[in-house]
C-alpha cells in the first residue's frame, strides 16, 4: 500500500500579502504630508513667475498651505487615507497612500 504525501508548500503567497499590507500601513500619508504636499503644488505653480506676484506668492506658500491644510479633512481607512479639501469656488478629494497623494476629485 503505497501512501501519497502531501507536501506543504512555503506559504509565500500569505508572507507577500502581509507585507504589502504593512508597506500601505507604513505608508499612510498623515496630516503633515499633505500640507507639505499643498505647498510644493503651490510653489510648483509660480515657478517660473519672476514678478512680484510671483514672489508674493512663493513667500506666502508655507502658510497658504498651512492653512488650506487646516481646513482638509482627514479620513483614515489605515491602508490609505482620503483628504477632502474645500476651497471657494474648488472642492478636491486626494487619496494619499504609499507617500504619494492623488488627485480623485
Avoid at 72 to 78: C, E, L, Q
Wanted: glycine fraction near 8%; avoid cysteine.
Amino acid at each position: 500500500m503505497s501512501s501519497a504525501r502531501k507536501t506543504r508548500k512555503f506559504p509565500s503567497g500569505w508572507i507577500i500579502l502581509i507585507l504589502v499590507i504593512a508597506l500601505f500601513i507604513v505608508t499612510n500619508p498623515s496630516e503633515q504630508q499633505f500640507t507639505s504636499f499643498l505647498k510644493d503644488r503651490i510653489q510648483e505653480q509660480v515657478e517660473g513667475d519672476d514678478t512680484l506676484t510671483g514672489d508674493l506668492t512663493r513667500i506666502l506658500a508655507g502658510p497658504a498651505a498651512s492653512l488650506a491644510g487646516m481646513g482638509a479633512v482627514r479620513k483614515d481607512y489605515y491602508l490609505f487615507s482620503t483628504f477632502q479639501l474645500e476651497l471657494p469656488g474648488e472642492e478636491s478629494l486626494y487619496l494619499g497612500a504609499l507617500d504619494h497623494f492623488f488627485k480623485l476629485k
